[in-house]
Every structure is written in C-alpha cells, then in structure tokens.
C-alpha cells in the first residue's frame, strides 16, 4: 500500500528573466575588461526591459491554456531580478493573487562567488591565478573560492528547502523563481544525479532565461512514487510570444 504522498503535485523550476547584470556581463567579455561594470551589489541587480518583457511572456503562458494546472506556491529567491520576475509573471497570468502562497526565500538565492565576484574570465586570471588553477583542478562542482559557495554549497541549503516542499507543500503546485546554477542543482537532488551527469548537461546547455524545467509526482513509481521530469530548459512560450530567447551567465561568474 502507498505511503500519503508527501511531494508536491507540481513543481515548475524557471530561471529569472533576463537581468542587468547579464548585459553588462556580455559587454565586459566583449571588450576583454578584468571588471564587470554593475553599480549595485548583486543582490540588487535588477531584470533588463527585455528581462521584463520576458517573464510577462511566461506569465501569460501560465495564465492561459499552457498548463493544466495554476500555481499555488510561488517561491521566489531573494535576489531583485528573481522576485521582479516571479511579480510580472503572476501580473501577466491574472491567477488570482489571493489563491496564492507567494514566498521570497534566501535559500534559493544565486551561488555565491565570493572574491571572484564581479570579475570576467581574464579578471579572474589575472588577479587571482591561483584561484583559476584551483578550479581547473577540483571543477566546479567542489572549487569554492574564498567568501563564496562550491556548487555541494548550494545543494546543501537546497536539501533543506526540500524539506519545505515536503513538509508544508503536499499535493500543491509550486513554482520556484530562482537561478541558473539552482534550477541545476535541483535537478541533481530530484533525479539523485551524479558529478559527472550534471555537469555534463550543464556543459550542453545554458539553462535560458524564463525557462521552464518542470515536474510532476507520480504515485505508480518506486515504493513511495517519485517526481518525473517533464521538461527541461523549455521555452516555448517565449517563442510563441515573441519574446527574444537568453541564456547568458549572471555577471559574477567564474569560467565554465
């Protein structure tokens, strides 16, 4: 006899839209610069009009006939440009805010970098050599630079938001806003990945901005059912909207 299930019935993982941070990242490549011009700290860096015009996009994705089912959960990292999209994004669906749990959670916040903050692939080179050589020999999986997080850091602190999920969101439909690195970080813990499996996805694709990987519980799995990948990095919705698909790294981060 099954156990009552303790997943959520639904869990949509979306990276947030496009932020400043990603353009000004792109221009501080382009230019070979040691240095990512941003003004604010990341944790303020807020989405690019683009950014914005995408997860209006989703949004009315999520209001209309793309999914089945509504959101009764959204969780949103702490970060500005998570929660502006988790915002425009329920604005664009018209779900009624009032049927919605809506919860800004520093758990699901970016990876940390710590040193290497604010710093291009040449700035991180350059100022600290030792550190590029450091990470070419643990991988990015285990390198954690002094101040920030390995990707083990950030699985860590999403074990226990799992335990939320569990615990508090039974049978709901949860939609979590957050970054790249997190939307692959759950995928290791739901699928019980290995090293080796999610970074070789990582190595095949960026996770796009407003990209939908989405999971459904199925009771008929295993002894206790499971969580069973539905999509991964889809952005179909985008495309129908007309809305310029991105998948560019957020500013501070470290080469691949």
Same mark, same amino acid.
């Given at each position: 006899m099954k156990e009552t299930q303790k997943w959520p019935d639904t869990i949509w993982l979306?990276?947030?839209g496009e932020s400043a941070?990603?353009?000004?990242?792109?221009?501080?490549?382009?230019?070979?610069?040691p240095v990512i011009d941003i003004p604010t700290?990341?944790? /303020?860096?807020?989405?690019?009009?683009?950014?914005?015009?995408?997860?209006?996009?989703?949004g009315r994705w999520f209001g209309g006939a793309g999914v089945k089912a509504k959101?009764?959960?959204?969780?949103?990292?702490?970060?500005?440009?998570?929660?502006?999209?988790?915002e425009l994004m329920l604005d664009a669906?018209?779900? /009624?805010?009032?049927?919605?749990?809506f919860v800004a959670d520093e758990r699901l916040?970016?990876?940390?970098?710590?040193?290497? /903050?604010?710093?291009?692939?040449?700035?991180?080179?350059?100022?600290?050599?030792?550190?590029?050589?450091?990470?070419?020999?643990?991988?990015?999986?285990?390198?954690?630079?002094?101040?920030?997080?390995?990707?083990?850091?950030?699985?860590?602190r999403l074990r226990s938001v799992i335990g939320t999920l569990t615990r508090e969101?039974?049978?709901?439909?949860?939609?979590?806003?957050?970054?790249q690195v997190v939307v692959l970080c759950f995928r290791y813990l739901f699928e019980r990945m290995t090293e080796d499996q999610i970074l070789q996805i990582d190595r095949e694709q960026e996770v796009?901005?407003?990209?939908?990987?989405?999971?459904?519980? /199925?009771?008929s799995l295993g002894k206790r059912g499971k969580l069973v990948l539905r999509a991964f990095n889809f952005v179909a919705p985008l495309e129908e909207a007309g809305a310029p698909v991105t998948s560019k790294p957020d500013a501070p981060v470290a080469p691949k």
């Open positions: 979306v990276r947030h941070g990603n353009v000004a990242r792109d221009a501080a490549e382009a230019a070979g610069h700290r990341d944790v /303020d860096v807020p989405l690019s009009a683009l950014g914005e015009q995408q997860s209006r996009a989703l959101p009764t959960v959204v969780l949103a990292s702490t970060y500005l440009r998570a929660r502006e999209t988790a669906s018209r779900i /009624d805010k009032s049927d919605v749990t916040r970016e990876k940390e970098f710590g040193i290497l /903050d604010r710093l291009t692939k040449v700035g991180i080179i350059q100022k600290y050599p030792e550190q590029a050589e450091h990470r070419r020999l643990l991988g990015k999986f285990y390198h954690r630079p002094p101040g920030g997080e390995s990707w083990c850091d950030v699985i860590l969101y039974a049978r709901e439909h949860v939609l979590i806003v957050s970054h796009a901005n407003c990209s939908v990987t989405s999971y459904n519980f /199925d009771q």
